[in-house]
């Protein structure tokens, strides 16, 4: 198994507690985080997903469960913006160095700020892209949120 993606460095530079997971990714899927749920035999609500998102034209790293959607109000709210929307998949792409489909929240090519859903708080361990698709990093919420140095908020539904 691979362990030196970005994200994996932070997290070992940091001296951080994390357990790599693979499965296997199809790229056909239409909702990447279900599919790594699915896949990995986890409840989706552990499987986290990171959006990149805009807030009045500022990049957002949101990080939410799988099973859930942003709202894009309560985000531009949190962030202290008025409007948000997605950020088009060729920009994030650029903007974070991996590929839709296995952009990790960590070791991001341009670091942003980031929000964890508040709901992680509910689970000892997540799971969060790895930084390639088929890789997932098991770690406390805590943990991430160290790492990132990000908020926690409620932003999704």
């Known amino acids: 198994m691979a362990r030196g993606t970005p994200a994996t ?3 070992s530079k940091a001296g951080i507690t994390f357990e790599l997971v693979e499965y296997d ?3 056909g899927g239409e909702r990447v985080g279900l599919q790594a749920a699915e896949a990995m035999q986890v409840t989706p609500d552990r499987v986290f997903k990171t959006l990149m998102a805009e807030v009045d034209g500022k990049p957002i790293c949101a990080i939410l469960p799988s099973d859930a959607e942003v709202d894009m109000k309560a985000l ?6 008025k409007s948000a929307r997605m950020m088009k998949p060729d920009v994030a792409e650029r903007m974070t160095g991996y590929k839709v489909g296995g952009i990790s929240p960590l070791g991001q090519r341009k670091q942003v700020t980031a929000l964890l859903e508040q709901s992680a708080q509910t ?3 997540i799971y969060v892209n790895g930084g390639r698709r088929g890789l997932q990093i098991v770690l406390a919420p805590d943990d991430l949120t160290r790492a990132l140095s990000c908020d926690m908020a409620k932003f999704a539904r």
């Open 9 to 11: 460095l932070v997290l």
């Open 25 to 27: 990714y199809d790229p």
């Open 123 to 125: 689970h000892a361990t």
């Open 76 to 81: 531009a709210a949190v962030c202290g913006g």
